[in-house]
């Protein structure tokens, strides 16, 4: 599946294998594994309680580069500031809301105030030279239950400015919500810096699987990411048969396969 694309680098988000981060010391080992298995680098879903100075050697000592991190919204909402030093010094310029809680999405109203709110907190975020978006799941492709000719997704794109609001697109969520990834991604090119990848496994569960090792689209992909000019792959895989170490082995085995990926290329 190689072809005339440019190849980007790709990330490991760290939720990835959240289970064997444990304290500060299996986070470094984690990032030093991560960087060792091919990633060019991390996305983060927490700190492990390292302060900036520190997670900034320990990324250069594992060669690996930030491409994003993940915080609850209601965190940005009441401590944005502390997100942003902590990030200029690591030298990290995405900033993503990861997830909208069941309360804020009841109704039109409910995605309408959390869009109002995405657009507060990118405004600022663009303000001091960061880039912020939102990451969906399948939620967002669902009817509103009083606007069924409206999604979540609708409201979350169509009312925000895209100055201010980028988007993240889970492919696997994107296809468990009923649509299209490759029609998605190209629907919004030039909105998308970073895609989440994983893939859907072709059994009765459509659930998680490695990059590459599923039904999803991945030439489709790769191609709608190169013509709407994204910046980074993420993999991320919530779950796995088989140990998340091996998956996300087996994911940038794939991806590298396909002229992705930067780490060791002349």
Not at 7 to 17: E, G, I, N
Not at 83 to 90: C, K, P, Q, S, V
Request: aromatic share 8%; charged share 25%.
């Amino acid at each position: 599946m190689t072809g005339a694309r440019r190849p980007l680098p790709v990330a490991l988000q760290l939720y990835t294998l959240r289970a064997q981060i444990t304290d500060a010391d299996s986070f470094r080992a984690t990032i030093h594994e991560v960087g060792e298995m091919g990633y060019d680098g991390v996305q983060f879903y927490s700190y492990a309680g390292l302060d900036a100075s520190a997670m900034r050697s320990l990324l250069a000592d594992a060669g690996v580069k930030p491409a994003g991190t993940h915080v609850a919204l209601e965190t940005l909402e009441t401590d944005l500031d502390r997100e942003l030093d902590y990030n200029g010094e690591i030298g990290n310029r995405w900033i993503y809301a990861p997830y909208l809680m069941p309360a804020r999405r009841q109704d039109l109203a409910g995605w309408r105030q959390a869009a109002a709110s995405l657009n507060q907190i990118g405004a600022r975020c663009r303000e001091q030279g960061f880039t912020f978006g939102y990451h969906n799941h399948d939620f967002e492709y669902a009817p509103i239950p009083d606007a069924p000719h409206l999604t979540g997704i609708d409201i979350v794109i169509g009312e925000t400015d895209p100055a201010n609001v980028c988007f993240e697109p889970d492919v696997f969520w994107v296809a468990k919500g009923g649509a299209d990834p490759v029609a998605a991604l190209r629907a919004h090119a030039g909105r998308i810096p970073i895609i989440h990848c994983k893939d859907m496994t072709g059994d009765d569960r459509r659930t998680f699987a490695e990059v590459g090792t599923g039904i999803l689209d991945w030439s489709g992909i790769l191609d709608a990411a190169d013509v709407g000019k994204v910046e980074w792959h993420c993999v991320e895989q919530d779950a796995g048969d088989r140990p998340m170490a091996d998956c996300a082995r087996t994911s940038i085995r794939n991806m590298r396969s396909w002229g992705m990926g930067l780490k060791g290329r002349s």
